[in-house]
């Protein structure tokens, strides 16, 4: 069993920055960040591999959202610059224990943070 624990977001002006943070209780393969807004399907937004720190993301949030990790604290991050409206939405950070190649498939990862509400707006 793996718990997480995410913690970062908040409400902030378009062109702002947040980052978001995902305490992982134990064994990490890939840690991944997805995104829901109301009424509408889960997002993939970005993943990292734990071992390697080899990262995706999805094409709209390129040069603007940065994922990373912290081997040492087993935490993961989600940093986000120049948000926009758009990037409203809950936020869930999620880890698979076990490598696959369909890393941006919500089945991929059988656990899930609780999410925390990013809200951007003037």
């Known amino acids: 069993q793996v718990q997480l624990a995410e913690s970062g977001g908040g409400l902030v002006r378009p062109g702002g920055s947040l980052r978001l943070s995902c305490a992982a209780s134990g064994r990490t393969y890939t840690m991944a960040w997805f995104r829901q807004v109301e009424g509408k399907e889960l997002e993939f937004v970005a993943a990292?591999?734990?071992?390697?720190?080899?990262?995706y993301n999805v094409d709209s949030v390129s040069g603007r959202f940065t994922i990373s990790r912290d081997n040492a604290k087993n935490t993961g991050y989600l940093q986000m610059s120049r948000l926009k409206p758009e990037d409203t939405a809950v936020y869930y950070c999620?880890?698979?224990?076990?490598?696959?190649?369909?890393?941006?498939?919500?089945?991929?990862?059988?656990?899930w943070g609780q999410g925390t509400q990013v809200t951007v707006s003037s």
């Open positions: 990292v591999r734990w071992h390697t720190g080899y990262t």
């Open positions: 999620a880890v698979a224990t076990e490598y696959s190649d369909d890393y941006y498939q919500r089945t991929s990862y059988p656990y």
